[in-house]
Nanobody, 124 residues
Framework: QVQLVESGGGSVQAGGSLRLSCAASGVTHSRYCMGWFRQAPGKEREGVARIVRDGATTYADSVKGRFTISKDNAKNTLYLQMNSLKPEDTAMYYC??????????????????WGQGTQVTVSS
């Protein structure tokens, strides 16, 4: 049974930093594609960052240079380091996993497993 549990969300001022974590069970990071998504009220869930089996990463344009996705295969934990946060980064952040890696990674419909989400709020 796959279980993804996010943590690390909170409230920060613009320019601040947060580090999200996603602890996985039933999922071996070395075999799965892992990603972070976010969803703001009234908006569709969007891809933030993805990391594939060999560790290569891909980012949404809106977070390039500010966010870093990484994973610790030994701990089966996924991370998202978020720096220089902006009010528009405010959203519920979700961890996702899928056995297949694909080019259209930012479309949430292609991902099979999801965590329950952790809220990030950035004030100006």
């Amino acid at each position: 049974q796959v279980q993804l549990v996010e943590s690390g969300g909170g409230s920060v001022q613009a320019g601040g930093s947060l580090r999200l974590s996603c602890a996985a069970s039933g999922v071996t990071h070395s075999r799965y594609c892992m990603g972070w998504f976010r969803q703001a009220p009234g908006k569709e869930r969007e891809g933030v960052a993805r990391i594939v089996r060999d560790g290569a990463t891909t980012y949404a344009d809106s977070v390039k240079g500010r966010f870093t996705i990484s994973k610790d295969n030994a701990k089966n934990t996924l991370y998202l380091q978020m720096n220089s946060l902006k009010p528009e980064d405010t959203a519920m952040y979700y961890c996702a996993a899928n056995l297949d890696c694909f080019s259209r990674w930012s479309n949430y419909r292609y991902w099979e497993y999801w965590g329950q989400g952790t809220q990030v709020t950035v004030s100006s």
